[in-house]
Protein backbone atom coordinates (compact mmCIF):
# COMPACT_ATOMS: atom_id res chain seq x y z
CA UNK A 1 0.00 0.00 0.00
CA UNK A 2 1.19 3.14 -0.85
CA UNK A 3 2.32 5.71 2.18
CA UNK A 4 0.91 9.08 2.40
CA UNK A 5 3.33 11.89 1.58
CA UNK A 6 3.65 13.33 5.12
CA UNK A 7 6.09 16.19 3.86
CA UNK A 8 3.49 17.27 1.53
CA UNK A 9 1.74 19.40 5.80
CA UNK A 10 2.45 22.22 5.10
CA UNK A 11 4.27 22.65 9.44
CA UNK A 12 6.87 20.14 7.42
CA UNK A 13 10.13 20.60 5.35
CA UNK A 14 11.91 23.95 4.50
CA UNK A 15 9.81 26.79 3.15
CA UNK A 16 10.80 27.34 -0.41
CA UNK A 17 8.39 28.92 -2.77
CA UNK A 18 5.92 25.90 -3.32
CA UNK A 19 8.92 23.45 -1.91
CA UNK A 20 10.89 24.29 -5.12
CA UNK A 21 14.63 23.63 -5.17
CA UNK A 22 16.60 26.14 -4.13
CA UNK A 23 19.40 27.78 -6.00
CA UNK A 24 22.49 28.44 -4.25
CA UNK A 25 24.12 31.88 -4.79
CA UNK A 26 27.44 30.71 -6.94
CA UNK A 27 25.29 27.55 -8.92
CA UNK A 28 26.18 26.79 -12.04
CA UNK A 29 22.49 27.18 -14.22
CA UNK A 30 23.23 25.86 -17.56
CA UNK A 31 21.98 22.49 -16.91
CA UNK A 32 18.83 23.45 -15.54
CA UNK A 33 15.04 24.28 -17.25
CA UNK A 34 14.50 27.08 -15.29
CA UNK A 35 11.02 29.36 -16.61
CA UNK A 36 10.00 30.60 -13.07
CA UNK A 37 12.39 32.29 -10.54
CA UNK A 38 11.46 33.59 -7.17
CA UNK A 39 13.68 35.66 -5.39
CA UNK A 40 12.87 37.16 -1.92
CA UNK A 41 13.98 41.37 -1.31
CA UNK A 42 13.74 40.96 2.86
CA UNK A 43 14.52 45.05 2.83
CA UNK A 44 12.03 47.45 4.84
CA UNK A 45 14.27 50.52 5.44
CA UNK A 46 11.70 51.96 3.05
CA UNK A 47 8.72 52.15 5.42
CA UNK A 48 7.58 55.38 7.19
CA UNK A 49 5.86 54.10 10.13
CA UNK A 50 5.67 50.57 11.81
CA UNK A 51 8.55 48.02 9.82
CA UNK A 52 8.54 44.71 9.56
CA UNK A 53 8.01 43.29 5.78
CA UNK A 54 11.45 42.08 5.70
CA UNK A 55 10.23 39.35 6.93
CA UNK A 56 7.69 39.44 4.16
CA UNK A 57 9.14 36.93 1.50
CA UNK A 58 9.74 34.25 4.68
CA UNK A 59 5.83 34.12 5.69
CA UNK A 60 4.77 34.06 2.02
CA UNK A 61 7.10 30.98 1.51
CA UNK A 62 5.71 29.36 4.28
CA UNK A 63 2.05 30.01 3.56
CA UNK A 64 3.18 28.09 -0.35
CA UNK A 65 3.39 24.99 1.73
CA UNK A 66 -0.11 25.03 2.23
CA UNK A 67 -0.40 23.96 -1.67
CA UNK A 68 -0.51 20.91 -3.32
CA UNK A 69 2.17 19.77 -5.33
CA UNK A 70 0.23 19.33 -8.28
CA UNK A 71 -1.10 22.85 -8.67
CA UNK A 72 -4.30 24.23 -7.68
CA UNK A 73 -7.85 24.22 -8.31
CA UNK A 74 -9.88 27.34 -9.89
CA UNK A 75 -13.72 27.30 -8.56
CA UNK A 76 -14.63 29.55 -11.19
CA UNK A 77 -13.56 27.84 -14.62
CA UNK A 78 -13.19 24.33 -12.78
CA UNK A 79 -9.90 23.20 -13.54
CA UNK A 80 -6.35 22.78 -12.65
CA UNK A 81 -3.18 25.31 -13.11
CA UNK A 82 0.32 25.23 -12.74
CA UNK A 83 0.06 21.69 -12.84
CA UNK A 84 2.61 21.34 -15.57
CA UNK A 85 5.39 23.49 -14.04
CA UNK A 86 4.80 22.33 -10.63
CA UNK A 87 5.10 18.08 -12.59
CA UNK A 88 8.07 19.48 -14.93
CA UNK A 89 9.36 21.47 -11.68
CA UNK A 90 10.31 24.50 -13.86
CA UNK A 91 10.09 26.75 -10.61
CA UNK A 92 12.97 27.40 -8.93
CA UNK A 93 13.82 29.82 -5.24
CA UNK A 94 16.24 31.89 -5.71
CA UNK A 95 16.77 32.55 -2.36
CA UNK A 96 16.98 36.37 -0.88
CA UNK A 97 19.35 39.09 -2.28
CA UNK A 98 21.45 39.51 0.40
CA UNK A 99 20.23 42.57 2.17
CA UNK A 100 22.45 44.46 5.21
CA UNK A 101 20.93 47.11 7.42
CA UNK A 102 21.99 50.71 6.19
CA UNK A 103 23.45 49.23 2.75
CA UNK A 104 20.41 50.96 0.72
CA UNK A 105 21.80 51.02 -2.19
CA UNK A 106 24.11 47.68 -1.82
CA UNK A 107 21.16 46.41 -1.15
CA UNK A 108 19.23 47.61 -4.02
CA UNK A 109 22.34 46.65 -6.60
CA UNK A 110 21.91 42.94 -4.99
CA UNK A 111 18.29 43.26 -5.60
CA UNK A 112 18.84 44.26 -8.99
CA UNK A 113 21.37 41.57 -9.88
CA UNK A 114 19.35 38.96 -8.51
CA UNK A 115 16.28 40.05 -10.83
CA UNK A 116 19.00 39.94 -13.62
CA UNK A 117 19.95 36.59 -12.93
CA UNK A 118 17.14 35.18 -13.23
CA UNK A 119 15.97 37.14 -16.53
CA UNK A 120 19.68 35.53 -17.41
CA UNK A 121 17.91 32.54 -18.31
CA UNK A 122 15.02 33.30 -20.15
CA UNK A 123 12.65 33.03 -16.71
CA UNK A 124 10.00 34.88 -15.17
CA UNK A 125 11.06 36.89 -12.21
CA UNK A 126 9.20 36.71 -9.04
CA UNK A 127 10.43 39.20 -6.44
CA UNK A 128 8.89 38.78 -2.81
CA UNK A 129 9.34 42.30 -0.67
CA UNK A 130 9.99 43.74 1.60
CA UNK A 131 8.43 47.01 1.58
CA UNK A 132 7.06 48.67 -1.65
CA UNK A 133 10.70 50.19 -2.23
CA UNK A 134 12.50 47.00 -3.80
CA UNK A 135 10.24 47.20 -6.55
CA UNK A 136 12.64 50.69 -7.56
CA UNK A 137 16.03 47.98 -7.88
CA UNK A 138 13.63 45.41 -9.44
CA UNK A 139 12.26 46.80 -12.31
CA UNK A 140 15.57 48.69 -13.12
CA UNK A 141 16.65 45.19 -13.57
CA UNK A 142 14.70 45.16 -17.02
CA UNK A 143 16.80 47.28 -18.88
CA UNK A 144 17.82 45.08 -21.79
CA UNK A 145 14.19 44.81 -22.61
CA UNK A 146 13.07 47.30 -25.33
CA UNK A 147 10.36 48.49 -23.61
CA UNK A 148 7.98 47.15 -21.05
CA UNK A 149 5.22 48.45 -19.29
CA UNK A 150 4.80 48.75 -15.67
CA UNK A 151 1.11 48.25 -13.98
CA UNK A 152 1.04 49.14 -10.06
CA UNK A 153 -1.69 47.64 -7.84
CA UNK A 154 -1.65 50.06 -4.89
CA UNK A 155 -3.44 51.89 -2.52
CA UNK A 156 -0.82 54.81 -2.72
CA UNK A 157 1.02 55.32 -5.65
CA UNK A 158 4.15 55.95 -4.09
CA UNK A 159 5.61 58.77 -6.04
CA UNK A 160 7.22 61.06 -3.77
CA UNK A 161 9.37 63.85 -5.14
CA UNK A 162 13.05 62.30 -5.17
CA UNK A 163 15.37 64.82 -2.77
CA UNK A 164 18.96 64.00 -1.71
CA UNK A 165 19.43 61.89 1.21
CA UNK A 166 15.49 61.26 1.08
CA UNK A 167 14.72 59.03 -2.21
CA UNK A 168 14.53 55.35 -1.43
CA UNK A 169 11.73 54.97 0.92
CA UNK A 170 8.83 53.30 0.00
CA UNK A 171 7.00 56.27 -1.03
CA UNK A 172 9.62 56.58 -4.05
CA UNK A 173 9.83 54.02 -6.04
CA UNK A 174 7.33 55.03 -8.91
CA UNK A 175 9.31 58.24 -9.33
CA UNK A 176 12.26 56.37 -9.99
CA UNK A 177 10.45 53.87 -12.33
CA UNK A 178 8.72 57.06 -14.32
CA UNK A 179 12.40 58.07 -14.55
CA UNK A 180 13.90 54.90 -16.63
CA UNK A 181 14.02 54.61 -19.81
CA UNK A 182 12.92 51.10 -20.55
CA UNK A 183 9.90 51.94 -19.13
CA UNK A 184 6.89 52.94 -21.42
CA UNK A 185 4.14 53.49 -19.69
CA UNK A 186 3.34 53.41 -15.81
CA UNK A 187 -0.51 52.55 -14.60
CA UNK A 188 -1.30 53.25 -11.27
CA UNK A 189 -4.62 51.40 -10.26
CA UNK A 190 -6.21 51.29 -6.40
CA UNK A 191 -5.83 54.65 -5.34
CA UNK A 192 -7.49 56.16 -3.05
CA UNK A 193 -5.69 56.85 0.50
CA UNK A 194 -6.51 60.57 1.65
CA UNK A 195 -3.11 60.53 3.06
CA UNK A 196 -0.85 60.47 -0.06
CA UNK A 197 -0.93 63.25 -2.73
CA UNK A 198 1.73 62.33 -4.47
CA UNK A 199 -0.94 60.90 -6.83
CA UNK A 200 -1.54 64.13 -8.65
CA UNK A 201 2.19 64.60 -9.03
CA UNK A 202 2.06 60.79 -10.64
CA UNK A 203 -1.20 62.35 -12.67
CA UNK A 204 0.55 65.65 -13.83
CA UNK A 205 3.49 63.16 -14.84
CA UNK A 206 1.67 61.51 -17.47
CA UNK A 207 1.02 58.54 -15.94
CA UNK A 208 -2.58 56.37 -15.39
CA UNK A 209 -3.93 57.14 -12.01
CA UNK A 210 -7.19 55.19 -11.30
CA UNK A 211 -9.05 55.82 -8.45
CA UNK A 212 -11.32 52.83 -6.48
CA UNK A 213 -14.12 54.34 -8.12
CA UNK A 214 -12.55 54.91 -11.60
CA UNK A 215 -11.79 50.25 -10.80
CA UNK A 216 -15.14 49.84 -10.19
CA UNK A 217 -16.73 51.53 -13.06
CA UNK A 218 -13.86 50.02 -15.02
CA UNK A 219 -13.60 46.44 -13.51
CA UNK A 220 -11.12 44.26 -14.32
CA UNK A 221 -11.55 43.82 -18.34
CA UNK A 222 -11.47 47.46 -18.46
CA UNK A 223 -8.39 47.62 -16.07
CA UNK A 224 -6.71 45.20 -18.60
CA UNK A 225 -8.01 47.12 -21.31
CA UNK A 226 -5.88 50.30 -20.16
CA UNK A 227 -2.43 48.14 -21.12
CA UNK A 228 -1.51 47.41 -24.60
CA UNK A 229 -2.27 44.08 -25.65
CA UNK A 230 0.56 41.39 -26.10
CA UNK A 231 2.90 44.10 -24.77
CA UNK A 232 5.54 43.02 -22.10
CA UNK A 233 4.44 44.32 -18.52
CA UNK A 234 5.47 43.97 -14.98
CA UNK A 235 3.49 43.77 -12.31
CA UNK A 236 4.01 45.41 -8.71
CA UNK A 237 1.32 44.33 -6.43
CA UNK A 238 1.10 45.67 -2.91
CA UNK A 239 -0.93 44.01 -0.79
CA UNK A 240 -2.63 46.92 0.79
CA UNK A 241 -4.38 47.55 -2.97
CA UNK A 242 -6.95 44.66 -1.01
CA UNK A 243 -9.22 46.31 1.66
CA UNK A 244 -8.49 47.29 4.97
CA UNK A 245 -10.50 44.16 6.62
CA UNK A 246 -8.23 41.65 4.55
CA UNK A 247 -5.13 42.36 5.30
CA UNK A 248 -4.43 43.14 8.99
CA UNK A 249 -0.59 42.15 8.59
CA UNK A 250 -0.26 44.92 6.36
CA UNK A 251 0.80 48.39 8.22
CA UNK A 252 -0.06 50.79 5.08
CA UNK A 253 -3.74 49.38 4.70
CA UNK A 254 -6.69 52.09 3.40
CA UNK A 255 -10.18 51.18 3.48
CA UNK A 256 -12.45 51.12 0.36
CA UNK A 257 -10.19 49.07 -1.37
CA UNK A 258 -10.16 45.69 -3.76
CA UNK A 259 -12.24 42.21 -2.56
CA UNK A 260 -10.13 39.74 -2.69
CA UNK A 261 -12.20 38.39 -6.09
CA UNK A 262 -11.35 41.55 -7.66
CA UNK A 263 -7.86 41.63 -7.36
CA UNK A 264 -7.59 38.11 -8.69
CA UNK A 265 -10.28 39.06 -12.06
CA UNK A 266 -7.78 42.01 -12.50
CA UNK A 267 -4.93 40.14 -12.28
CA UNK A 268 -6.18 36.81 -15.04
CA UNK A 269 -7.23 39.68 -17.18
CA UNK A 270 -4.19 41.11 -17.24
CA UNK A 271 -2.44 38.12 -17.76
CA UNK A 272 -4.14 37.35 -20.44
CA UNK A 273 -4.64 41.00 -22.29
CA UNK A 274 -0.24 41.11 -22.06
CA UNK A 275 2.64 39.23 -21.69
CA UNK A 276 3.78 39.58 -17.93
CA UNK A 277 7.79 39.22 -17.98
CA UNK A 278 7.86 39.05 -13.79
CA UNK A 279 6.17 40.62 -10.75
CA UNK A 280 6.25 41.94 -7.27
CA UNK A 281 4.26 41.13 -4.08
CA UNK A 282 4.97 43.45 -1.29
CA UNK A 283 4.50 45.35 1.75
CA UNK A 284 3.34 42.38 3.90
CA UNK A 285 4.48 42.32 7.43
CA UNK A 286 3.97 39.21 9.70
CA UNK A 287 4.62 40.35 12.99
CA UNK A 288 1.10 42.95 12.72
CA UNK A 289 -0.66 40.11 11.25
CA UNK A 290 -3.30 37.88 13.03
CA UNK A 291 -2.93 34.40 14.36
CA UNK A 292 -4.28 32.60 11.44
CA UNK A 293 -1.37 34.69 8.77
CA UNK A 294 -4.39 35.85 7.00
CA UNK A 295 -2.07 38.38 5.32
CA UNK A 296 0.25 36.21 4.37
CA UNK A 297 -1.79 33.36 2.77
CA UNK A 298 -3.64 35.88 0.94
CA UNK A 299 -0.08 36.81 -0.88
CA UNK A 300 0.71 33.34 -1.19
CA UNK A 301 -2.95 33.03 -2.85
CA UNK A 302 -2.76 36.14 -5.12
CA UNK A 303 0.77 34.57 -6.51
CA UNK A 304 -0.14 31.60 -6.90
CA UNK A 305 -3.51 32.42 -8.81
CA UNK A 306 -1.99 35.01 -11.01
CA UNK A 307 1.18 32.79 -11.97
CA UNK A 308 -1.42 30.50 -12.74
CA UNK A 309 -2.72 32.44 -14.61
CA UNK A 310 0.22 33.59 -16.64
CA UNK A 311 1.37 30.26 -17.48
CA UNK A 312 -1.71 29.21 -19.12
CA UNK A 313 -1.37 31.92 -21.54
CA UNK A 314 -0.38 31.12 -25.28
CA UNK A 315 2.45 33.17 -25.32
CA UNK A 316 3.62 31.37 -21.96
CA UNK A 317 3.20 27.80 -23.98
CA UNK A 318 5.10 29.02 -27.19
CA UNK A 319 7.73 29.82 -24.54
CA UNK A 320 7.69 27.00 -22.48
CA UNK A 321 6.66 23.99 -24.70
MN1 LIG B 1 0.70 51.14 -0.64
Known amino acids: MAHKNYAAYPFVGIPTFLRAPMIREDEDLSDKEIAIGVIGAPFDEGCPYVPGSRLCARAVREQTLRFTDSGYYDQQRKRMYLGEELAKHRIYDFGDANVIPTDVEGSFDRITEGVKRILNQGALPIVLGGDHAISYPSIRAFDK ?17 IEPGFENTNTHPFRHVNDMNHVK ?18 MAAGNRVVTMDEFWELGPKGIAGLLPEGEPCYVSIDIDVLDASLVPGCVSAEPDGMLYRELRDTLTAVAERVEVVGFDLVEVAPDLDVGTRITSYLAAQTIVEFLGKICDQPYWKEKHK
Open 145 to 161: FEGIHVLHLDAHTDFLP
Open 185 to 202: SLTQVGYRSIRDISGLDS
